[in-house]
């Protein structure tokens, strides 16, 4: 019998949703993205083997309808408040020979103990074949000061996929020193409403780059109103700078 993706999600702690993008909609994110990726190692977390796109939004149109699929959406909506924000969003291409990342939980920098619901999810949207991340399945429910052993679950997800991870998931990226080309990988993460967002986007990308996206993601960007009065802008909804 096949479980459903929320199953999967409240049993494991991530699903991957395949075949999301077909080809020639990957080839052109790579075509559009691939300019944009900045010198290896100008982020102090990443490597010469590691580029990313700063500023997506500010830079490209290229992944705007990976913000609001509609397949990630309606898990989403289902896992987070009402009115959940974009918390960041990133473009990142790992090549060959990258030294593993450390396990990490996408959440922890959000200071409320576990056990406990995600307060966060990422989607992880697989542009190039070849990709690989090590998993802790179950590993969401796990307390505090718990932390993984043992090598954990390796998923290489296929190309045109996006992987969701709650984000109270133990996870990690495995060495690539086997791997035969870069891999690109577009990272969307997603928040509750009332928490702060990684990103800033309502002063990056702003207004003007705003208007041209769908008014369900400049509600995510944070031109929105979470209950009863959270961020309103001179007493009023933000959606009136848009009218």
Known sequence: MTRSPMSLLHSDGY?????LLPEARRRHIRAELTPLLGPAGRDPF???HTRQVFGVLHNTRAVDD???QPDVLALLD??????????QLEVVEVRPGAAARHPRP?????PVSRPRPALSVAALWTIDAGSALTVWPGS?????????AGDGLTLTPPAGSCTVLLGTLWHARPPTQTWANPSLTVKAHYCEPWLRTREAFTLSPGRDVARQLSRRVRRMLGYSIHPPDTGLV???HPQRLFS
């Open 15 to 19: 699903v991957v949703l395949p075949a």
């Open 46 to 48: 990443q490597t010469r």
């Open 66 to 68: 990976l913000i609001d």
């Open 78 to 87: 289902r896992l987070l408040l009402p009115n959940f924000l974009l918390s």
């Open 106 to 110: 996408d959440d922890e920098h959000y």
């Open 140 to 148: 969401h429910r796990w307390p505090d000061r718990r932390l993984p």
């Open 234 to 236: 001179d007493g009023m």
